[in-house]
């Protein structure tokens, strides 16, 4: 393996200033992804900064304004959580579709949104890409999946996204400047070569989740080649809110793992606005749905089969989004 | 850099790189050599150990990183000689057959009893999905597992 350094130190602002000051170093959470990008000899850091002793970042804290995760969370802890379970159902699902037990047993939250992007070309032993003209993420010209286009169209296949996207989560990043907050949805730039909004020195050090609300129901559910150990695919977080009058008042549909980020549907549902809920609704708005991601040139991923099955999952989750909306009266 | 952590029943105190995997350091320099490098990458599961209990890979771990751990590995499984339960149970219900994966499958087994002391074929199914096994066809490895469990609980 390539040879860097590794430290973990006591404090963030030691975190930090070892960030800034050290050349190509780089932060490592959980670890079962980055180890893999430095085994293939994709990224060749100088210097890992673990972030494993800042007990701060740990955790989940409960509050009215909603709950704050610290993003060193390790996944097996949410998935744990039952009152996570209850609260955000949809998170707590991506998070049980996630990789292995064994993984989630070391991956963290704050590590699964700052998730490369993942390519069937680019993520290879660099054996396997030496037979290919360097890609635009290998330094090169031309993007393989999407041949013509000039920008590096690397899936974004982090299965928490989607979910913390609709229930809203807002991030907070620090770095030896300060901090400033941001919507996750903010956070994905749309470019495989740089998916992050990340400055350099910069970390991920809160996610807000705010409450979900009464009338309000999510479902996630995830399309890949195999149950286990995979990246999605596509993966689809649905939303609905009713009035109190059980009319939809919102409703929303989020798909990952098409493009360098999660793409939002919420044009293509907004006829469902001040309906009355019912099967033929739920139909009719995914069709709607697979239309609008069919259309989008930026899903070079989504074709044939997946094109085909995308409506048919998007017509169980927002009828499972509406169900659980229903149950959610409080 | 120096670590020092929990094996078994022992203390391991070592210089180690700071590039280098916790397995590679087992393997090569504690000469544990129950857990196996299969894909090097997280996908198969036959260099399971537990960390504070729980299998994680530890092809995916650096050695740096299990500084003040508590590791387990099958070694430290048998006591004076005397196998497990769960080595037994899978003796018992042949839940191997080359025996590369079986480390692997019998610490995760070992997991998930601690936490589930009467999982369901389900519940075992999800706890496995991370160790890949190339002979049996996982159904003697359930049977193994739900034996182990019966065999714990007496």
Same mark, same amino acid.
């Given at each position: 393996?390539?040879?860097?350094?590794?430290?973990?130190?006591?404090?963030l602002?030691?975190?930090?200033?070892?960030? =800034?000051?050290m050349?190509?170093?780089?932060?490592?959470?959980?670890?079962?992804?980055?180890?893999?990008?430095?085994?293939?000899?994709?990224?060749?850091?100088?210097?890992?900064?673990?972030?494993?002793?800042l007990?701060?970042?740990?955790?989940?804290?409960t509050?009215?304004?909603?709950?704050a995760?610290?993003?060193?969370?390790?996944?097996?802890?949410?998935?744990?959580?039952?009152?996570?379970?209850?609260t955000?159902?949809?998170?707590?699902?991506?998070?049980?579709a996630?990789?292995?037990p064994?993984?989630?047993?070391?991956a963290?939250?704050?590590?699964?949104?700052?998730?490369?992007?993942?390519?069937?070309?680019?993520?290879?032993?660099?054996?396997?890409?030496?037979?290919?003209?360097?890609?635009l993420k290998?330094?090169?010209?031309?993007?393989?999946?999407?041949?013509?286009?000039?920008?590096?169209?690397g899936?974004?296949?982090?299965?928490?996204?989607?979910?913390?996207?609709?229930?809203g989560?807002?991030?907070t990043?620090?770095?030896?400047?300060? =901090?400033?907050?941001?919507?996750?949805?903010?956070?994905?730039?749309?470019d495989?070569?740089n998916?992050?909004?990340l400055?350099?020195?910069?970390v991920?050090?809160?996610?807000v989740?705010?409450?979900?609300?009464?009338?309000?129901?999510?479902?996630?559910?995830?399309?890949?080649?195999?149950?286990?150990?995979?990246?999605?695919?596509?993966?689809?977080?649905?939303s609905?809110?009713?009035d109190?009058?059980?009319r939809?008042?919102?409703?929303?549909?989020?798909?990952?793992?098409?493009?360098?980020? #999660?793409?939002e549907?919420?044009e293509?549902?907004?006829?469902?606005?001040?309906?009355?809920?019912?099967?033929?609704l739920?139909?009719?708005a995914?069709?709607?749905?697979?239309?609008?991601?069919?259309?989008?040139?930026?899903?070079p991923r989504?074709?044939?089969y997946?094109?085909?099955?995308? #409506?048919?999952?998007a017509e169980?989750l927002?009828?499972?989004a509406?169900t659980?909306?229903?149950?959610?009266?409080? | 850099?120096?670590?020092r952590?929990?094996?078994?029943d022992?203390?391991?105190?070592?210089?180690?790189?700071?590039?280098?995997t916790?397995l590679?350091?087992?393997?090569?320099?504690?000469?544990?050599?129950s857990?196996?490098?299969?894909?090097?990458?997280?996908?198969c599961?036959?260099?399971?150990?537990?960390f504070?209990?729980? #299998?994680?890979?530890?092809?995916l771990?650096?050695?740096?990183?299990?500084?003040?751990?508590?590791?387990?590995?099958?070694?430290?499984?048998a006591?004076?000689?005397?196998?497990?339960?769960?080595?037994?149970?899978?003796?018992?219900?042949?839940?191997?057959?080359?025996?590369?994966?079986?480390?692997?499958?019998?610490l995760?087994?070992?997991?998930?009893?601690?936490?589930?002391p009467?999982p369901?074929?389900?519940?075992?199914?999800?706890?496995?999905?991370?160790?890949?096994?190339r002979?049996?066809?996982y159904?003697?490895?359930?049977?193994?597992?739900?034996r182990?469990?019966?065999m714990?609980?007496?």
């Amino acid at each position: 393996m390539h040879a860097f350094d590794f430290c973990q130190p006591e404090s963030l602002p030691d975190a930090l200033k070892l960030l =800034k000051e050290m050349p190509k170093a780089h932060i490592i959470a959980g670890g079962t992804d980055l180890m893999v990008l430095i085994k293939d000899l994709l990224l060749k850091p100088s210097l890992l900064i673990s972030l494993a002793k800042l007990s701060d970042l740990v955790g989940i804290r409960t509050r009215k304004e909603g709950w704050a995760i610290g993003p060193m969370t390790p996944l097996w802890h949410l998935e744990r959580s039952d009152s996570l379970r209850l609260t955000y159902p949809a998170l707590h699902e991506a998070i049980r579709a996630l990789a292995v037990p064994p993984i989630r047993n070391q991956a963290t939250l704050g590590g699964n949104i700052c998730l490369d992007t993942k390519c069937i070309y680019y993520n290879q032993s660099h054996v396997w890409e030496r037979n290919l003209p360097r890609c635009l993420k290998a330094g090169g010209t031309l993007c393989h999946v999407a041949p013509g286009r000039k920008r590096c169209m690397g899936a974004l296949a982090a299965e928490t996204v989607g979910p913390l996207w609709i229930y809203g989560a807002e991030l907070t990043l620090t770095s030896g400047r300060g =901090k400033r907050r941001m919507p996750l949805k903010a956070f994905y730039r749309g470019d495989g070569l740089n998916p992050h909004d990340l400055t350099a020195g910069e970390v991920v050090t809160s996610v807000v989740l705010p409450p979900p609300g009464n009338r309000f129901g999510a479902a996630y559910y995830r399309f890949a080649y195999r149950k286990a150990l995979e990246f999605s695919q596509f993966n689809l977080s649905a939303s609905i809110r009713l009035d109190d009058l059980g009319r939809i008042d919102s409703a929303n549909l989020v798909v990952g793992a098409i493009g360098p980020k #999660p793409v939002e549907l919420t044009e293509s549902l907004s006829f469902l606005v001040g309906q009355t809920p019912s099967a033929a609704l739920w139909e009719e708005a995914a069709k709607r749905a697979g239309e609008a991601v069919a259309r989008m040139a930026r899903s070079p991923r989504l074709t044939g089969y997946i094109r085909a099955i995308f #409506p048919v999952y998007a017509e169980r989750l927002l009828s499972e989004a509406f169900t659980r909306a229903k149950s959610n009266g409080r | 850099m120096r670590i020092r952590f929990t094996l078994n029943d022992g203390i391991v105190e070592e210089e180690v790189h700071p590039h280098e995997t916790l397995l590679d350091f087992l393997r090569n320099r504690v000469r544990v050599t129950s857990v196996k490098k299969g894909c090097d990458e997280g996908a198969c599961g036959t260099c399971t150990v537990l960390f504070h209990g729980k #299998p994680v890979r530890s092809c995916l771990l650096l050695a740096v990183q299990a500084n003040g751990a508590e590791i387990t590995t099958v070694e430290g499984l048998a006591k004076r000689g005397e196998l497990n339960v769960i080595q037994e149970a899978f003796l018992e219900k042949y839940g191997f057959q080359c025996g590369f994966c079986t480390p692997g499958m019998i610490l995760t087994t070992k997991a998930l009893l601690d936490e589930n002391p009467d999982p369901t074929v389900e519940d075992i199914k999800d706890a496995f999905e991370g160790n890949l096994c190339r002979c049996t066809g996982y159904e003697q490895i359930i049977e193994s597992v739900l034996r182990a469990a019966e065999m714990r609980r007496g």
